[in-house]
């Protein structure tokens, strides 16, 4: 029997959720910090000419651009409907977000007479010799543009790079009498250092890369070892203590024997034992440790390290009364508005039909950046909202009254998807009564309390804090002395969580802890 194929067309139908321009841009504008939102505003700033910074708030913003409804949330709703396309008497519609200006306060360049205001008859008049001996380039020549104290602020805040640990090395490597395939050497050894100061790759890596021997390597580093900041490019903590011993001097002495033969038994405090294998007392074990302890574990600390980042708070919360209120620091918010300038280019009738184009399309961005950035407000003004009505006891007493919660509790308390709760915490912080925190803070996991209660785990680790500190030096306590500690207190706890919180509070264990 032969097979007949067929080529049928059937309808049929099917959700699918199509993630639209819209609803990627609120998506994007809704998980951004404020610094990058900043960014990204300044980008759309230089790009659309149908944007220019404004002096309102975000709202006010908003509603003169028709967005002052509730707007959906960024992870399923639509946003509300694009404008029909902006013909020159539709156009007119946006004039709302250009506020009132009296004649001499309108932006310059945008009035009829925009020509004759931008020449100044007495340009041609100024004497230029006169200006350039007056207000010299060289800032030590000329006279200063301000006050003393407005031109020091203007020297102070221009921007520099920090010195790194591979250039403050270089510097010094130039200045020593090495030939030019030491140099060579020297400068491979200090490029492969890593943040702490510390050389990873083997000699014999380094030396085939650069195809030479390994004693030539080996003489080099001892050379780069002598750098500042002592003890750099060694390759484990025994030899970067040695070294820092050696530049003082001390290569020979008690804490360099005991770096050299017994630095485990150091680690752990284990003092009498160092003190029978050295035949020394224990009180000199004890004094060496302390010498030992001034010395710096990581000599590329002061290099190292990420560039300071700087917290702006989303929201303020604060107690009025019996209440806490959250307040959006909208001041820190871009805040925008349409062009005139540019409407009127795209009223005028002589404008080409491709220019027309381009600025319908930049005025649909325009509107969509400002209904994103309201958007993005009033959601992280609802999530903070929740959370206060959460954990009120928190704002009330602190972390030891915070209580377990996970986006889904705020998702359904202000009927948004998990997804949007976490974008909007992401990133965003709240300047509260007990201190600035990231949003993220608020949402922790729970410990079973034994009344059958949850307790919230930064509690959890608070209390753990909070006995450490109180803990007998010579006596620590052990992570099983601490459950049975909090035990006490109702909180069901195994001892391998209390050394998991332990860890991420960067508490040693109590063999470390322990001091003689």
Known sequence: MALEARISI???????????????????????????????????????????????????????AGTGEDLAPADGEPLPPEPEQVSGEVAGEWDGLEPSLPASE?????????????????????DWREYLDTYSNNWQDGEPPGDDDERQRMLENRL?????????????????????????????????????????????????????????????????????????????????????LRNLGMEESLPARIIRDHLGLLEKHRYPEIAKELGVSLDMVREAARSIALLEPKPGRDYGGAEPAYIVPDVYIQKVGDDFTVTLNESAVPRLRLSNFSQRMLNDATVGTSTREYLQERMRSARLLVR??????QTIAKVANSIVKFQRAFFEHG???????????????????????????ANKYAHTPRGIFELKFFFTSGVKATDGGDVSAETVKERIRELIAAESPTNPLSDQAIAE???????????????KYRDALGILPSSRRKKA
């Not at 819209?22 to 700033?45: F, M, R, Y």
């Not at 309108?106 to 100024?126: C, F, N, Q, T």
């Not at 085939?208 to 390759?235: C, I, M, N």
């Not at 500690?485 to 050394?499: C, E, F, G, Y």
């Open 399 to 425: 972390v030891s009254h915070l209580k377990p919660l996970v986006l889904k509790d705020v998702a359904e308390d202000i009927r948004m998807h998990e997804s949007t709760i976490s974008r909007a915490t």
């Open 10 to 64: 059937e309808p049929r139908l099917r959700h699918q959720l199509v993630m639209t321009p819209q609803l990627q841009q609120a998506i994007k504008i809704l998980q951004l910090s404020l610094p990058e939102l900043e960014a990204v505003v300044q980008n759309e700033l230089e790009s659309n000419p149908m944007l220019e910074p404004l002096d309102h708030s975000v709202a006010e913003t908003a509603a003169e």
């Open 485 to 499: 500690m909090l035990s006490n207190d109702q909180i069901k706890i195994a001892r391998r969580t209390v050394a």
């Open 160 to 244: 520099t790079r920090r010195t790194s640990l591979e250039d403050h090395l270089m510097w010094q490597l130039r200045l020593s009498n090495l030939n030019q395939e030491e140099l060579r050497i020297g400068a491979s050894i200090i490029y492969n250092l890593n943040d702490d100061g510390y050389l990873e790759t083997p000699l014999e890596e380094l030396a085939a890369q650069l195809e030479t021997t390994v004693e030539k390597v080996e003489k080099v580093l001892r050379q780069v070892q002598r750098l500042d900041s002592p003890g750099v490019a060694a390759r484990d903590l025994r030899e970067c203590l040695l070294a820092q």
């Open 372 to 377: 994103s950035i309201y958007q993005r407000q």
């Open 106 to 126: 309108a932006p310059v360049g945008e009035g009829p007479d925009a020509a004759a205001e931008i020449r100044d008859p007495s340009i041609d008049k100024l």
